[in-house]
């Protein structure tokens, strides 16, 4: 038995197949992932992400902490907004990727990944030592993520009126608290919504009253082909501690300015830089039937090999798509070993999909 | 629970069989076969014609979660193929021993039929392999 959430019995009671996460029981579907994936793209839907790490960062010298922690950089945030970034060691390579909050001057807080949670919690400490920050995880709150073009507006017939007031005025990656509950206009769907954490005791009661707007659950199935068509990375599949940011397709996470601001791994990813990169992070369309799978072999002609890191079949387009890290110099084309034939794909700059539709031209 | 209906001989690879009238055998696989593999996406099949032995893998079936080598049950000449499959992938999920069968077959030796397993030696066998 692994861990459970605090809405473990909710997704029992909703005919969830539960499979491990991460150490964690979750659902991976309630029935069919695709019409799951469907519901969020087109109406509203909501998946229990509580197994997620949720760290809170306080104190006198919090901003500096993160300004050397983090390769993006929270001098850009304004109050209440948020932004996504890589946690780099030494060698540039990625330890996670997370969600910075900045709340108030003396509290950042931060979203890390499940499967990394005792990395990333001893890493965090570990740097943490040399400024007046505490470190502080929050076990006790749980979090369920409200997506789709429809999610918003279900989502504020749950709050009470301030909240709601102050949901309604977040603009897309900003976040609001009030009370216990805390919400975030982000997500990892492609889609509009909101992530709303609040303390595990009161989870139960907040996804009945979700389901009582018509916002329907979601698996961990459904999340994974979601933001693979929004073409967002998946930790430990699209990149881990050998890859850097500029090799999995997140050179726009790092703030190279000011050069001033030195953070782990800044050395590093420079000199990997002014060398030149050698491998880049594609989207990949299968151009016929059959479904992309992780780890598949990519060939370039006349460039090169490559690997499929995250694969899958994209409900929205009909198709099979994937991302692949392959030779810096891959043009538009490329082949996949798929079970010993040699199949064409057509190579794209991700997202696949954005506001529900196709973005990419075949 | 799975549906196993009792009028049909199944495989330990969770293929179904339905021995018709004309001494033709139709082939799908089993409610649990579907639900271990989740929403299908494409499906792969034998063009009549083909000839099979029983045990060689003749079919394919993916789904979002992985791909399934469907394995012909007994040896024999593929007939057809349920091309009705090609659109409607999802009537694996939908309907596996009705809408979803998947192909027929003529078979070359009517004795292996008596190698397959009945509904009762498939529940007991999928019953074990849970554990």
């Known amino acids: ?362 | 629970m799975s549906k196993i209906p009792n009028n049909l001989k199944y495989t330990k690879t969770h293929e179904w069989v339905e021995l018709k009238q004309d001494g033709t055998v139709t082939v799908g696989i089993s409610d649990h076969a579907q639900d271990l593999l989740g929403d299908v996406v494409y499906v792969e099949l034998p063009r009549a014609g083909r000839k099979a032995k029983a045990g060689e893998a003749c079919a394919v079936v993916e789904s979002v979660k992985a791909a399934s080598d469907i394995y012909c049950p007994i040896s024999g000449e593929i007939i057809e193929a349920n091309g009705a499959l090609g659109d409607k992938p999802e009537l694996v999920n939908q309907d596996a021993y009705g809408q979803a069968w998947m192909f027929r077959i003529k078979p070359a030796d009517p004795a292996e039929l008596n190698q397959l397993l009945d509904a009762a030696a498939y529940a007991a066998f999928i019953a074990a392999e849970a554990h």
Request: with cysteine.
């Open chain 1, 1 to 362: 038995m692994g861990h459970r959430t605090p809405l473990y019995n909710e997704h029992l009671v909703a005919a969830a197949k539960i499979v491990d996460f991460a150490g964690w029981d979750m659902p991976i579907h309630y029935g069919s992932q695709l019409e799951e994936h469907h519901q969020v793209r087109r109406d509203a839907g909501m998946f229990d992400v509580s197994h997620m790490v949720i760290v809170d960062l306080q104190g006198a010298e919090v901003r500096a902490f993160l300004r050397y922690l983090i390769a993006n950089n929270v001098d850009k945030l304004k109050p209440q907004q948020a932004l996504y970034t890589c946690m780099l060691q030494e060698q540039g390579g990625v330890i996670d990727d997370l969600i910075v909050y900045f709340m108030r001057e003396d509290w950042f807080r931060v979203v890390v990944n499940a499967a990394t949670r005792a990395k990333d919690l001893a890493w965090i400490k570990k740097q943490a030592a040399s400024f007046k920050v505490t470190v502080t995880e929050r076990p006790d709150l749980a979090m369920i993520a409200v997506q789709g073009p429809k999610a918003r507006e279900r989502a504020y017939e749950v709050l009470d009126a301030t909240l709601r007031e102050q949901a309604a005025q977040l603009k897309p990656f900003y976040a609001a608290y009030s009370g216990d509950i805390f919400i975030g206009r982000t997500g990892y769907t492609g889609e509009d919504g909101f992530e709303i954490l609040l303390p595990g005791k009161d989870a139960a009661a907040m996804w009945r009253a979700l389901l009582g707007k018509g916002v329907k659950p979601a698996g961990l199935g459904a999340r994974d082909t979601l933001r693979l068509e929004a073409g967002m990375n998946l930790y430990g599949s699209d990149m881990d501690e050998t890859i850097t940011p500029l090799e999995c397709g997140l050179e726009w996470t790092v703030a190279w300015e000011p050069a001033t601001r030195d953070f782990i791994g800044r050395a590093a990813l420079e000199r990997q830089k002014n060398a030149g990169v050698k491998r880049k992070l594609v989207g990949l369309v299968l151009n016929d039937k059959g479904v992309l799978r992780n780890h598949l072999e990519v060939r370039v002609s006349g460039i090169g090999e490559g690997e499929i890191t995250s694969g899958g079949y994209s409900p929205t387009l009909g198709k099979a798509i994937a991302l692949a890290r392959v030779p810096a110099a891959t043009g538009t084309s490329c082949e996949v070993d798929i079970r010993g034939k040699w199949v064409p794909a057509t190579v794209v700059k991700p997202p696949f999909v954005r506001n529900g539709r196709a973005v990419v031209v075949l």
